[in-house]
């Protein structure tokens, strides 16, 4: 009962338009640049292919057309590694100015002290969903690279804190795709993510598309059902 809650479960949000009191949620790879290369990448064909990456001037001119005939409830930062725009803040400004709510994916590389203390200045900020693919150092940073696994633990501890001194609500969500490396340490990750004080974990299904093409590591059907059984 002393633990922290934790839903395990996946992030909804509404979806509608102006005419029918509905609202569009937008989910955007804004870069396919990336400071890592991890083995289960599903845009690993596409990094470094800047071809269609669009500034903050322009995202504020394609949300006003938007905006003229939706409301647009949520916008979700994907890549590619999001926190490696130079313009980083400027995209998150155009959301504030918007008034949309939003949050982020991240591998928490670039996530120190300087970066989530001007995280704070944000008050639409949702969430901050952060990649970690094992319990320890040996399993996650043979998936996503050496030295990741301590890099998260520092980044999340500091988002934490900065949450706590600013009085800010923003989820602290864990994505950890389950894979044949991984999933026989569910409940592992789950105490870390309790330990993490994550509001929310969600467990992602490998798909062998990307980086991740025909190596065999996605789960059978039979391991789906024991994943879902240990998570229940």
């Known amino acids: 009962l002393a633990r922290p809650s934790l839903t395990v479960a996946s992030n909804v949000w509404p979806s509608r338009n102006k005419e029918f009191g509905m609202a569009l949620s937008i989910k955007w790879d804004c870069?396919?640049?990336?400071?890592?290369?991890?083995?289960?990448?599903?845009?690993?064909?596409?990094?470094?292919?800047?071809?269609?990456?669009?500034?903050?001037?322009?995202?504020?001119?394609?949300l006003r057309d938007i905006e003229s005939h939706y409301e647009v409830s949520s916008m979700h930062l994907l890549g590619g590694e999001p926190t490696t725009r130079k313009d980083f803040f400027e995209i998150l400004q155009v959301l504030e100015m918007h008034k949309i709510s939003?949050?982020?994916?991240?591998?928490?590389?670039?996530?120190?002290?300087?970066?989530?203390?001007?995280?704070?200045?944000?008050?639409?900020?949702?969430?901050?969903?952060?990649?970690?693919?094992?319990?320890?150092?040996?399993?996650?940073?043979?998936?996503?690279?050496?030295?990741?696994?301590?890099?998260?633990?520092?980044?999340?501890?500091?988002?934490?804190?900065?949450?706590?001194?600013?009085?800010?609500?923003?989820?602290?969500?864990?994505?950890?795709?389950?894979?044949?490396?991984?999933?026989?340490?569910?409940?592992e990750i789950i105490d870390l993510s309790l330990e993490l004080k994550?509001?929310?974990?969600?467990?992602?299904?490998?798909i062998e598309s990307g980086n991740a093409k025909g190596n065999g590591k996605s789960l059978s059907q039979e391991e789906i059902f024991t994943a879902i059984n240990v998570i229940a």
Do not use: W
Not at 136 to 143: F, L, Y
Not at 198 to 206: E, I
């Open 31 to 62: 870069t396919y640049k990336c400071n890592l290369f991890c083995s289960y990448c599903i845009n690993g064909d596409l990094l470094g292919n800047f071809d269609n990456e669009i500034d903050a001037n322009r995202l504020d001119v394609i």
């Open 102 to 187: 939003f949050g982020f994916n991240t591998n928490a590389i670039k996530l120190n002290d300087n970066f989530i203390s001007n995280l704070m200045n944000f008050n639409f900020l949702h969430d901050v969903t952060i990649s970690l693919d094992g319990p320890n150092s040996q399993v996650n940073d043979s998936i996503r690279g050496r030295n990741v696994f301590n890099k998260i633990i520092a980044a999340v501890k500091i988002l934490n804190k900065a949450k706590a001194k600013n009085n800010k609500n923003i989820l602290l969500v864990i994505n950890t795709v389950l894979s044949k490396d991984n999933s026989h340490l569910i409940n």
């Open 198 to 206: 994550a509001n929310q974990l969600n467990f992602l299904q490998l």
